[in-house]
């Protein structure tokens, strides 16, 4: 039976959404299709976590109207889905942190489907005796998925510890979308760390390459121009009605040094 061999997937994608795009949504769409068309893999879920407030991004507005936008995007979507663990915790969380998180969440659902079933569940011991971590077919894995900007962004000095970068990759694995002007192949070739873990890397060609991004959407909108097809109509209202992008929102955290920086540099901010 086809199925049976397939790992299920949970796709996770962590970022700013400031604010949210076509873009990201279809991230995930393209990132399905090219997993199950492998035939190994069957997505069964993707969550959408915005980076809380702590992460000091230039003109990252508040995460209760990133996480709202997001909310409202994804309303249509039978499978994706918004997740607001990450941005409220008090300060920035390493994005590890926030995968190991949503992976015991997966775990502990499986585990209560497994209580109401008792005879799932003992087949499923039956058949998980002698098996590795690796090889548990039933569980759901967790993927991280991310823009090939952010891959790049691996290799930038101070910015991820390269043992989260390893777990990232070992444990759980990573699905790449390119963008134009970004060369994931070329990167994992060159560097040691993501040659060792190409097997897990999963990089995703946009072939209709699309390049919507969060910062020409705050731009157009400080210009007074339309943002209207580039986001989700929901979404274009949402900001509208609470007037979220200005030049001064812009200006937010423009003299702050990024959280990650800061934690791996022992940097403060004035
Ligand atoms: N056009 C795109 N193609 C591929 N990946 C994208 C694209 N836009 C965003 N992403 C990915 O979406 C995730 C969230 O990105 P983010 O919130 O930074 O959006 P963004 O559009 O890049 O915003 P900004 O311009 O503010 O950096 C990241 O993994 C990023 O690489
Ligand atoms: N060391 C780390 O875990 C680390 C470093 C930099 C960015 N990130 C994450 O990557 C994402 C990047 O988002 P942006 O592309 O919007 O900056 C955010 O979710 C952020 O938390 C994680
Ligand atoms: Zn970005």
Redesign the pocket.
């Known amino acids: 039976m086809e199925g049976q061999n397939m790992s299920k997937v949970v796709l996770l994608a962590?970022?700013?959404?400031?604010p949210i795009t076509n873009m990201h949504l279809r991230m995930f769409e393209l990132a399905r299709d090219h997993l199950e068309d492998t035939g190994r893999y069957s997505v069964i879920k993707g969550i959408i976590?915005?980076?809380s407030d702590g992460?000091k991004?230039k003109g990252l507005i508040e995460a209760c109207h990133r996480v709202e936008m997001a909310r409202l995007a994804t309303e249509n979507s039978q499978w994706i889905t918004v997740d607001s663990w990450?941005c409220l915790q008090p300060e920035?969380?390493?994005?590890?942190?926030?995968i190991r998180h949503h992976y015991e969440e997966q775990m502990a659902a499986e585990q209560n489907e497994d209580d109401v079933d008792t005879v799932r569940y003992a087949k499923k011991r039956r058949y998980l005796e002698g098996t590795t971590h690796l090889k548990i077919r039933e569980c759901p894995q967790l993927m991280m998925l991310?823009?090939a900007?952010?891959l790049e962004?691996f290799v930038i000095p101070n910015?991820?510890?390269q043992d989260?970068i390893a777990e990232i990759l070992g444990r759980y694995g990573l699905v790449c979308i390119t963008r134009s002007g970004s060369d994931p192949y070329k990167f994992i070739h060159q560097s040691d760390l993501l040659w060792k873990y190409r097997k897990n890397i999963h990089v995703v060609p946009e072939w209709v390459t699309n390049e919507i991004s969060?910062t020409h959407v705050r731009q157009a909108l400080r210009r007074g121009q339309s943002v209207r097809y580039l986001l989700p109509d929901d979404v274009v209202q949402y900001i509208q009605e609470h007037q979220l992008y200005n030049s001064d929102t812009e200006q937010k955290n423009a003299d702050v040094i990024?959280?990650?920086l800061q934690?791996?540099t022992g940097a403060s901010s004035s």
Do not use: H, I
């Open positions: 962590c970022g700013s959404f400031n976590s915005p980076v992460y991004k990450e920035w969380v390493e994005t590890l942190k926030v991310c823009g900007d952010v962004s910015l991820w510890k989260d969060a990024l959280a990650p934690r791996y």
